[in-house]
Antibody, heavy 119, light 108 residues
Framework: QLQLQESGPELVKPSETLSLTCTVS??????????WGWIRQPPGKGLEWIGS???????YYNPSLKSRVTISVDTSRTQFSLKLFSVTAADTAVYYC???????????WGKGTPVTVSS | EIVMTQSPATLSVSPGESATLSCRAS??????LAWYQQKPGQAPRLLIY???TRAIGIPARFSGSGSGTEFTLTISSLQSEDFAVYYCQQYNNWPPLTFGGGTKVEIK
């Protein structure tokens, strides 16, 4: 059974870089069928897609965040990672990783990890 | 970017009654529309994809319909575990993948 687990610091200072990793277990991250994405949810608000990466390394970003985001994949470690640069308090959220295919829903989600941006 | 709009924001329903949730897309998403359920402190869970196909393990009281720009999630005979927030999401035209703002189904 495929499982995703987010990990990384829960507290980041303003203007610094938020770095998270999603570890995939119970399945292959190298499947040609799937993309691996990051989604966030500010406290009390809705879901926002940040971006996704294909196993080949191709990336797709939300235009609203594109200038500050890098997503990468490490197939040898069955992990993919998120870097969000120059964070502010507005980046405080629960960050989820999830799997989806090109024309498909997000069918497997991690449990989410809370990240607070504060000095 | 395709904007997804959900209504109502909050729906008050008595247990055993039915609930009808709406989702509208700013342009056609064909049938590439999913619904998710989210309970407090939990990750979203996939309920419906392809507008009307239930995900594995989802009870038959959840049904989806629509096409193009107008979509509906119906929950018949609401159970206590169904009170949650529901999101629609389009995956027809991306990036970006976009979600609706959510509908909270609360106990009346």
């Amino acid at each position: 059974q495929l499982q995703l687990q987010e990990s990384g610091p829960e507290l980041v200072k303003p203007s610094e870089t938020l770095s998270l990793t999603c570890t995939v277990s119970g399945g292959s991250i190298s499947s040609s069928s799937y993309y691996w994405g990051w989604i966030r949810q500010p406290p009390g608000k809705g879901l926002e897609w940040i971006g996704s990466v294909y196993y080949s390394g191709s990336t797709y970003y939300n235009p609203s965040l594109k200038s500050r985001v890098t997503i990468s994949v490490d197939t040898s470690r069955t992990q993919f990672s998120l870097k969000l640069f120059s964070v502010t308090a507005a980046d405080t959220a629960v960050y989820y990783c999830a799997r989806h295919d090109n024309y498909g829903p997000m069918d497997v989600w991690g449990k989410g990890t809370p990240v607070t941006v504060s000095s | 970017e395709i904007v997804m709009t959900q209504s109502p924001a909050t729906l008050s329903v008595s247990p055993g009654e039915s609930a009808t949730l709406s989702c509208r897309a700013s342009q056609s998403v064909s049938s590439n529309l999913a619904w998710y359920q989210q309970k407090p402190g939990q990750a979203p869970r996939l309920l419906i994809y392809g507008t009307s196909t239930r995900a594995i393990g989802i009870p038959a009281r959840f049904s989806g319909s629509g096409s193009g720009t107008e979509f509906t999630l119906t929950i018949s005979s609401l159970q206590s575990e169904d009170f949650a927030v529901y999101y629609c999401q389009q995956y027809n035209n991306w990036p970006p993948l976009t979600f609706g703002g959510g509908t909270k189904v609360e106990i009346k």
